[in-house]
């Protein structure tokens, strides 16, 4: 069952084409690697898919709903319910986490529960408890951000969005800015939500992460899908020379 | 010459310098309250991109920025009457000069530390659903109060030490009291030195509390 279609999206920054046309069908249960060069539009991608960047062209569905209505001129234009119910429903983890630093480790998971989701105080805290939990963080409520290490803090960055109960996850390089040491622990959570069925799509240079966990690798370039299949086919045996090179520079010191 | 230093005369007129305190401690709430109310509103609106509210809020932030309170406060009670059918107390008066004056200070406070803000905080709040209003209210103003307290520390001390140009117009407060009880006495030695104490005396452990609020909101550091 198709959760999220994209259709002929484009996303342009001044003069710069940075999305030339994507189509994308995402699949209830698929993860989906997205690889790709610096430049290349992955986090672009993402990011327009939860309508954190607009999209300057082209068409989203979500649940056989189409996003926005079109006004006269051909622009589509989005309310801020929609966008906000949206992202409810799509949830992101960042590179840099952007954890609220005012807030413990609970109250940035239970953030979304109290003022989005109007929850009680209570109930609120019992799910950030069991989000807390299932990241392996619950020693680490009542602890703020700047006493956490980068991987408790992007497992709590995780919960965040757990906590929502997101259809769609969507992950934008989340172990990127990790010391190396700590990026183990948070693709553990992340295998974990994949052994879970859920719907996810990861922007990742972890080949080995990729091809283990995913069930479908794009590979970007130059803003548009250069290849798209099985991870055995995109990683093993790639079609095009762009995707052959930038794999053989993601392993030419492996051993 | 050598003065010679007698408070008596001072002390004798505790009940002048009293009311003159009350004047002084409610000018100095009212214009604490809507100067910064005013100059948040004002700043959210320098921040906004859009041009309706951007164009009034950075005319309005020029204009109480580079004309004095002292000439505000007196043009807003002896000139405004005349142009329109009402008429000013002298506290009104003060409060609106000093009021807007510190609103167009604070509200570029406000939009700087707005500004001050990570983008990757915008984009955390949005991620959970958050509307504009939400994310400012939960997320970003509470982070930047906290960055801009000392700023507004200082605008509430400068409040606090407008509030004796509203003896301009005749406000009782503390130097209003001051000059009539150094004009009665013959004392202003005497009696200014007491005022300048007052003010000391006052504003010395509102400032203390203002590091007790900063040292309790770096908690989370």
Known sequence: MTILKAAGLVKRF???????????EVQRGERIAILGASGSGKSTLLRCLNFMELPTAGRIELNRRILGSERRDGQRVYRESELTGVRQRVGMVFQQFNLFPHMTAIGNVMEGLRTVRRKSRAEARARAEKELARVGLADKADAYPAHLSGGQKQRVAIARALAMDPELLLFDEPTSALDPELVGEVLNVIRALAEEGRTMLLVTHELGFAYHVATRVIFLSGGTILEDGPPDEVLKNPRQDRTRAFLASHRQFSF | MAAHWDFASVFANTDAL????AGTLRLFAICLVLGLGLGLVVGLARYAHNRWLYVPATIFVEFFRNTPVLVQILWFY??????????????AAASLGISLNSAAFSAEIYRGGIQSIERGQWDGARAIGMRWGQAMRRIILPQALKRMLPALTNRAIEIFKMSTLASAVAYVELLQQGKLIASLNFNPIEAYTAIAVIFFVLLWPLVQFTYLLERRLKRDE
Do not use: Q
């Not at chain 1, 940075?18 to 994308?24: F, S, Y």
């Not at chain 2, 405004?80 to 000013?88: C, H, K, N, Q, V």
């Open chain 2, 78 to 91: 002896f000139a405004l009457p005349i142009l329109l059918p009402f008429e000013i107390s002298p506290l």
């Open chain 2, 18 to 21: 009293l009311a003159g305190l």
């Open chain 1, 14 to 24: 001044g003069a710069v084409d940075v999305l030339r046309g994507i189509d994308l």
